[in-house]
C-alpha cells in the first residue's frame, strides 16, 4: 500500500531526448510537489500543484513542464534532456496548499542519468 | 542553512534506544533542527523537529541542548525497521528557503537483532 510511488525507478539517456516521470498518492492529499535532488544532496522545490492547479513553480528551465490530469497524479515531462539535468527527482504530497515541509510525504525518487 | 556534524554510523542493539548526536554550533536564532531519514532506496522521511523545547512524537523524541548547539534524536525502541541514514538539519521554516533541504553525510544507523 505504497502511499506516494514514482515510475520509473531509474532512467538513463541520452542528451536530447524527452522524457516523462510519473507520480501517483493514495492519501487523499490535494496537493503535490516535485523536487531536484543535486548531487550534493541539496533538494529543492521545483513546483506544486493543488488540486490540479499550479501553486509554486520555481524557477525551473522551461523545459521542465509538470501536468496533473487529476488531484492523485503529478507528471514530470522534461524536454530537450541536458546532462545538468542529471539528479534525483522526488515527488511528494501533503494535506494542505504549501503546507510546511514536515506535513510533506515524499517518493522514493527517480535517479535520472542524462548521458 | 548551518552545518551539522554527526558520527558516519552506529549500531544499536533490536529493542534498545538509539541515541544519535548531532553537533550544530552556528545555529542562529530562527533556525529550527529537523531529523530526517532514508531508509535504503525512498524518498526522506521526516521525523521530528524542534526549535528550542525537547519535542517528543510518535516515532522519537529529540533533546536540544540550552544553548542550541548540540541535539539528540531518541528512537526509544529501535526495530529493525528503523535501519536507515538518519539527517539533522537546521533550516529556517518559512520564507525564502522553506522548501529546500540541505542533506549532510548523515549516521547510518544499523539496528542488529
Known amino acids: 500500500d505504497t502511499a506516494v510511488s514514482q515510475t520509473p525507478k531509474y532512467l538513463v539517456t541520452q542528451m536530447g531526448n524527452d522524457k516523462s516521470i510519473k507520480c501517483e498518492q493514495n492519501?487523499?492529499?490535494?496537493?503535490m510537489y516535485w523536487y531536484k535532488q543535486d548531487s550534493k544532496k541539496f533538494l529543492k522545490i521545483m513546483f506544486s500543484y493543488n488540486n490540479k492547479e499550479l501553486i509554486i513553480n520555481e524557477t525551473v528551465p522551461n523545459r521542465f513542464s509538470p501536468k496533473s490530469p487529476d488531484k492523485a497524479h503529478l507528471n514530470l515531462h522534461i524536454n530537450s534532456l541536458e546532462l545538468g539535468d542529471s539528479a534525483v527527482y522526488f515527488c511528494?504530497?501533503?494535506?494542505?496548499?504549501?503546507?510546511?515541509?514536515?506535513?510533506?510525504?515524499f517518493g522514493p525518487g527517480t535517479r535520472l542519468l542524462v548521458l | 542553512d548551518a552545518k551539522t556534524t554527526q558520527p558516519t554510523s552506529m549500531d544499536c542493539a533490536e529493542g534498545r534506544a538509539a541515541n544519535l548526536p548531532c553537533n550544530h554550533s552556528?545555529?542562529?536564532?530562527?533556525?529550527?533542527v529537523y531529523w530526517y531519514r532514508q531508509i535504503h532506496s525512498q524518498g526522506p522521511q521526516y521525523i521530528i523537529h524542534g526549535l528550542k523545547n525537547n519535542e517528543t512524537n510518535e516515532m522519537a523524541s529529540l533533546i536540544i541542548t540550552e544553548d542550541r548547539k548540540s541535539s539528540t534524536l531518541i528512537l526509544p525502541h529501535a526495530t529493525l525497521r528503523d535501519t536507515a541514514v538518519y539527517y539533522c538539519i537546521v533550516r529556517v521554516r518559512s520564507g525564502a528557503g522553506s522548501y529546500q533541504l540541505t542533506f549532510g553525510k548523515g549516521t547510518k544507523l544499523s539496528v542488529i537483532p
Open positions: 492519501l487523499g492529499h490535494d496537493t
Open positions: 511528494a504530497s501533503s494535506p494542505w496548499t504549501s503546507g510546511p515541509l514536515e506535513t510533506q510525504y
Open positions: 552556528t545555529i542562529s536564532g530562527n533556525e529550527y
